[in-house]
């Protein structure tokens, strides 16, 4: 599903954030990212989005390589991708439900099917009476799970979460794992970056350790 | 096709909502691009208006002949058949004195200094009109011709009156461009600067959409709505400001020219000018959001 | 005081990097701003040269004495005599038959109807300037007098021609008001929207700024700063408009005028008037950006 | 330095987030607020900085009741504070080194003053040789500490942090920990929330524990 080929990473300013990665992520798989702040996780991520171009390598999504994808072509790759950012990206000139709807809007959906998934999705992320609501009125927590549900909402086949439990007290942050081993039940493809390995350790996955841009042990 | 239709849909629904959610700021900016929209047309009926009354007054070379007092009928027979036949004319009237002296009067204005005139000092004549084709040569030609026959007194090529009118119209269609051209930059400008100002409130939609999924075409479809929206409603507004101004201007300016013995009103624009500058004001509109977009787009992958 | 100083001046010299690291947009936005200020200016200074030219003809009531052929040197002296001394009469000019003639054909514009007048047709006349301040009711019983007089043939009351200038000075004025009106609005909201624009792109400093202890004199300083800049500027480039516009069109008004055989040229402006302006422009733009700050910083606390 | 009196919050939806709390912080206190997501704990905070008014109570700090300070005043007492807020509210179109100067400009400090004060705090928490590079270029948990440093740069009498460590692996968040209890040492008055109470435990001090606005035992 995603296979990284000797992949580099320069930023601008000359530091390299990821060291010649090679590795495969299989189908249906749920992978753990940990590392330091700053050891290149969400660059990896980013990676996998086409967000950033990586300096040399290759970046198979669906043995597409995401790099060398055009401004027309890359749009149709990340519909396939739901993506949880490290600043959440949350729109505050619109409403909770607006916030969530905006993936089913871009691919086009129509407006029944709109609203059942939108329901269903902050409903899942235990925010359910509060669809009405401006994002400024939610916690951080709240914020956190917000993004989750936006980028669940349009069931995609492949789930990049950036610290999705960054601004969660634990009982939270277990129940959003809970949710994330629920999509990983019904096959989709999930890459979690966490900075707290004690919550990985509890669900035992396949963990990739980064530091300054390069596997650990 | 449904689909994309209904993604059209959506896009000027949501359009519409945010002009009626702000109508402060969309009023505004839609009266600054009907201002700068109107001083162009304005001027530009202005002058089509003139360009009409002109229309009438001779623009080819004109020949005046001016007969003796002494001229018989025949020989104003002679000279007007003669003038009838010959391929460099284009139109000959005969004036009669008293004809001459109401055109006079009527061009000093009033009856002020001819009041004093015991009789009619003035010839009879023919104006003669040439066709605008034949060279300076064949007129003098014609001149020297006429000037022989008898009953002739004197014969005066004219186009100086021409020339100035035609150096007027030529001085207001120069102007004309030069507040085109100065109000088309401003008037791009300003549309563009709208745009950038709504890509700028939403920017970091823009941002979200794009980094999940979004083509440039639908981030770039609400602001073309948005746009052609302004534009239309914008030029609109433009030839209502033309229109009132007109009603308010029109009885000065027809007393004015009636007092000069003048007929002439400024023409209210027709169906076709007013969809002319909305159609303009359009697109105008939206090639500044297709580049203001397009300027922003580039930033993102 | 140092304090503020230092304050200020940081202000001002961010606001000068911002618009030397920007220049298209500030450059575009100065350039609205100076076509939206040029127009008005423009219409004023022609307005002006206008109204020079025309307070040297005469605005006050008319009368023209028209004499009869046979009039003779004594009776015109009476007459001359009569009008020296009456109190309703400001001037009185005596204009022989052929000054007369001389005038009306340069009125006429060149000599061609008049070119077939064997002698001259024109009466001996007086032309006479009455005080502005005389009654209607006066100036008819002076009318009444010098039509009694020997020697005089007609008397004429003539105030059509200044009632007609006035009419078109008026209508010019008026029509001065308008685009003075319509621009100044544009402009207001040229330049409102121009510092929206900055505070837009700076929203998030403003709110980060406010919460960590800014007070609203601190976050308003930079945007007033561009702003004053901004219509200084706006309104020097507005003025090299004109004057540009001004020696383009200047040369063809003045052989257009000379054809008609007046000496005219459009007024320059002078430092004065570039001065008021430049204020003008920069204290809309100050208002502008003052409104919309406030407007902006309403929303926290 | 901080006194609460019978405050409460209703949001204007007619949510309540802090009810009824009354509590006093002495000068020098270390205080930790705990409390799962959306128990009330940025509210409380923000009651404090007078970014959010009280419904009901007053809220003084150094003894003016900051609820009832008016548009001139409210900045001269921020002005005492240092916030790190949740959602960090960092300026993408500066530099590190222009963000975090920008308390020192409000209060118009010169130049070569500014300059010692930034890098001082920049090196604090490990982001020296950062200064000239733009926030974007920073990992998540850099963009924290650029913060932090922000909050500290003009040496406030009172930290307001909230949630200062989410972003950070436990290294960097015991590293920033040390220093606020440096800055303890110092006299100053620190108010930090998290939810991750392993944290708080290690450093023994005083912790007030919110549960859907109210104190628990
Ligand atoms: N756009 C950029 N330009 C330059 N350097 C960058 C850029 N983005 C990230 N970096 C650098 O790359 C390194 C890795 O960044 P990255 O965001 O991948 O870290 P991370 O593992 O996600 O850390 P954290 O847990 O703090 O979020 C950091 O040192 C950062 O300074
Ligand atoms: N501006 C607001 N308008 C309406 N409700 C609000 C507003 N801000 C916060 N709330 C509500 O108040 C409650 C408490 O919010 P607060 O941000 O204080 O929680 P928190 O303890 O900081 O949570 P977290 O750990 O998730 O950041 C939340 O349920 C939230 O929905
Ligand atoms: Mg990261
Ligand atoms: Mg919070």
Redesign the interface.
Known sequence: MIQFQQVSKR???G?DAVKNLSFEIQTGELVFLA?????G??TLLKLI???E?PSSGAVLVNNQNVSRLG??A??????H?G?I?????I???RSVYDNVR??L????F?GREVKRRVLAALDKVGLSGKEK?NPV?L?????QRLCIA?AVVHRPAILLA??PT???????AHDILELFKSFHQVGVTLVISA??ETLMADYGRRILRLKHGEFTA | MKHWIRLNALALQRTVAAMVRHPLNHGLNLLVIAIAAAFPFGFYLLLSSVAAVTAQLPVEPQISVFLKPAAGSAEIGGIKELLAQDERVANARFVAKDEALKDLQAKVGSDDLLAGLTENPLPDAFLVTTRSDASAAALDALKTELAGRPGVDEVQLDSAWAQRLERLLALGRGLLEVIVVLLAVALALITGNAIRMQILTRRDEIEVAKLIGATDAFIRRPFMYAAAVQGLIGGLLACGIVVTALYWLNPAVTELASAYGQRFALHLPGPLEIGAVCLVTTLLNLVGAWLAVWRHLRRFF
Chains 1, 4 share one sequence.
Do not use: C, M, T, W
């Not at chain 1, 916690?139 to 914020?143: H, P």
């Not at chain 1, 960054?166 to 939270?172: E, G, K, Q």
């Open positions: 930023y601008p300013g530091f590392g330091h702040s700053g050891a996780k969400s989005a086409g967000i171009k401004r027309k890359l749009p149709y790759v990340r519909r991708l993506l950012f490290q600043d959440h990206k729109l505050y000139d905006l993936p809007d871009i691919v086009g129509d609501l009125a916690s951080g927590g709240e914020q936006r950036d610290e960054a601004n969660l007290d634990r009982d939270y900075h707290d």
